[in-house]
Every structure is written in C-alpha cells, then in structure tokens.
C-alpha cells in the first residue's frame, strides 16, 4: 500500500468541508496565468500595429518562441508535491501606523494572534501574527513536512503576508501547525482574508541521510556535462513535450551521476 498523508482538524475548526485541503494544482499557479495574459495582450497590441504571423523562421526560433509558462516541466512539476491549506477563519487587517496593524476577526476561536517574540501591539508594533492553520498533520514513519507559501503566487494584494518557512517531524509531532506570518512594509494599508481561500502549502518529503555536495570542475567533467546539455537542448527545443516525455512519463537517469560518483571517491582516496 502507498504511504498517506492524513489532514485531521482541530476542534476549533468546526465543520471543515468548505476548507479541506486539496492537492496542489495548476490552478494555483499564477505565474502560468501571468505569462497567458501578458502573450495575449503583446498579441493583441502587434495586431492592432498590423502585425501578422509569418511562416518564415529565423535561425534564432528556438530562442524567441512566446510560449508561456503552462508549457514549463518546472511550474508543472511543483503540482505534483504539494497540498494546498485554506485560510481558517474571515479577518479583516488595517494598517495603523509604521509596523503596526489592526487584526478584525468574525470569530473568537483565536486562529490569528500577534506573536508575543516579534509584536508587540502594547508598544505600537504588530506586524507578526500567529496563526494557527487549524490542522494536524500525519505522515508514515520517515517523512516530515515543508511548509512554504503559495508557490509562484504573484498577485500579493490578496494576501501579501509571507509566511515563515519551516520543516515539522509530522511523523513523531502530533501537533496542531502553528506558523508565524510577516506583514511586510510595502503591503495595502487594508486587506481581506477569507476562509476557505488559498493560504499556504506543505509539501511532504522522506527524511534521507544528508547529501555529500561536491564541486566537480575539472575539465573532462565540464566538457562532458556541456555535451550532454547541448544534446537535451537540441533535442526539445523544438518541442515542448520532449522534456516531459523524456525525464517525467520515462525514466531516463542522468548518465553522468554514477560517472561523478566514480570520480568523486576517486579524488577523496587521493
């Protein structure tokens, strides 16, 4: 049987289906939907110029294809690892002065709070808050829990606070997720939340004997390494599913790592 990640609410929580967790989609990823919008609107600014497509192709094609950003491996790919959490209670946040906020919440069950360490709103300054995620989190044996804020989410303005990132042992803690949050300077002086909105993810991850880093910059290993980049290139450049076809639906390991691995114990007995 797969391992399984289990989400199990707080009794503050109350009836939780309007704020379940749900997989990680590409529906959150707002730089997808950026770089649709900003081709559309190019686009449509060159035709209105009377700009029209051309079928001739430059020696440069490769390099200046508009496509956007729901064609990139890397963006799809973080789909793949996370769960999205949801903001738990309505609140309303205004700004006050320099560093300092108001906290308006419809509810009394505390799931945002000034933190005591880094707020302090007796004195005028509250910009942490607190907040409690209103879940416990389980994983099998071996594996904790990233918790990171919203990836590749560019429109701040619907909730422009940042999130302190950290790792929780959710095999061994059996804890409610208190995470702290940063109002910064620069953010609106009024902002909304709303339960049941996107408020952060946690990425789940096998705890593993910690990776040896090493440099190899010798001259074989560069050129090697270029070569293969170069054929990888050439290989998709032209087609924007050869890299998922080839390193996500196949397995095709990088020829390299047993080479350096060789090379590396190699120059360590020396």
């Avoid at 950026?34 to 060159?46: N, T, Y």
């Avoid at 804890?175 to 910064?184: E, F, M, S, T």
């Avoid at 996107?198 to 010798?218: K, N, S």
Wanted: glycine content about 6%.
């Amino acid at each position: 049987m797969a391992d399984r990640i289990f989400f199990v609410p707080t009794p503050r929580l109350g009836a939780c289906d309007d704020v379940k967790p749900e997989k990680l989609s590409q529906a959150q990823n707002e730089w997808m939907e950026h770089s649709r919008d900003v081709l559309a609107a190019k686009r449509k600014a060159a035709a209105e110029k009377g700009w029209q497509p051309t079928s001739e192709i430059s020696e440069d094609h490769h390099f200046l294809r508009p496509f956007g950003g729901q064609y990139c491996p890397a963006l799809q790919e973080v789909a793949s690892i996370g769960w999205l959490l949801k903001w738990p209670a309505d609140a309303v946040l205004k700004n006050t002065g320099p560093r300092a906020w108001d906290v308006h919440v419809n509810e009394t069950n505390g799931f945002y709070k000034y933190h005591g360490m880094s707020s302090f709103p007796e004195g005028g300054l509250g910009d942490v808050l607190s907040i409690s995620l209103g879940w416990i989190v389980v994983t099998p044996p071996g594996f904790s829990i990233l918790i990171k804020n919203l990836p590749n989410h560019l429109s701040g303005w619907k909730h422009p606070m940042l999130f302190a990132e950290g790792v929780i042992r959710s095999d061994q803690a059996t804890v409610p997720i208190q995470v702290h949050a940063l109002i910064p300077p620069n953010s609106p002086k009024e902002f909304v939340i709303k339960r049941g909105q996107p408020m952060c993810v946690v990425m789940p991850f096998r705890r593993e004997e910690p990776l040896q880093a090493a440099v190899m910059d010798d001259a074989e290993t560069r050129e090697e390494a270029h070569k293969l980049a170069v054929r990888d290139g050439e290989t998709f450049a032209n087609a924007t599913g050869r890299y998922k076809e080839l390193f996500i639906e196949d397995t095709n390991h990088s020829p390299l790592y047993p080479i350096l691995v060789e090379r590396a114990d190699k120059k360590a007995a020396t």
